[in-house]
């Protein structure tokens, strides 16, 4: 079982930025493929980013090309959202996942979830 724990969500003014963060408990994190989700109530939840377990290919959302940037620390165990540029339609529960090598896009490939983090935007 790997536990992911999310930090960093807030409140903030649109324009702004905010990092998030995800810390996991295996050593074994260097071999997953992670990724962030958001959802916000009502709607089902939607992809925002994922990274290749070396960090050599990210994949985005359109909705936040050129805003948001994910990257990893694999020693230190934790992925990063950097979130740029941020528009009240940002505003959501944001979650981290860990999903196999060849995990992408699809809620179905990620096998561990963190508990998610709250980012709201206000206009």
């Known amino acids: 079982q790997v536990q992911l724990v999310e930090s960093g969500g807030g409140l903030v003014q649109a324009g702004g930025s905010l990092r998030l963060s995800c810390a996991a408990s295996?050593?074994?994190?260097?071999?997953?493929?992670m990724g962030w989700f958001r959802q916000v109530p009502g709607k089902e939840r939607e992809f925002v980013a994922a990274?290749?377990?070396?960090?050599?290919?990210?994949f985005y959302t359109d909705s936040v090309k050129g805003r948001f940037t994910i990257s990893r620390d694999n020693a230190k165990n934790t992925v990063y959202l950097q979130m740029n540029s941020l528009k009240p339609e940002d505003t959501a529960v944001y979650y981290c996942?860990?999903?196999?090598?060849?995990?992408?896009?699809?809620?179905?490939?990620?096998?561990?979830w963190g508990q998610g983090t709250q980012v709201t935007v206000s206009s």
């Open positions: 295996r050593r074994t994190f260097s071999t997953f493929t």
């Open positions: 996942a860990a999903g196999g090598p060849v995990a992408g896009t699809e809620e179905v490939a990620y096998a561990h």
């Open positions: 990274i290749s377990w070396s960090g050599g290919s990210t």
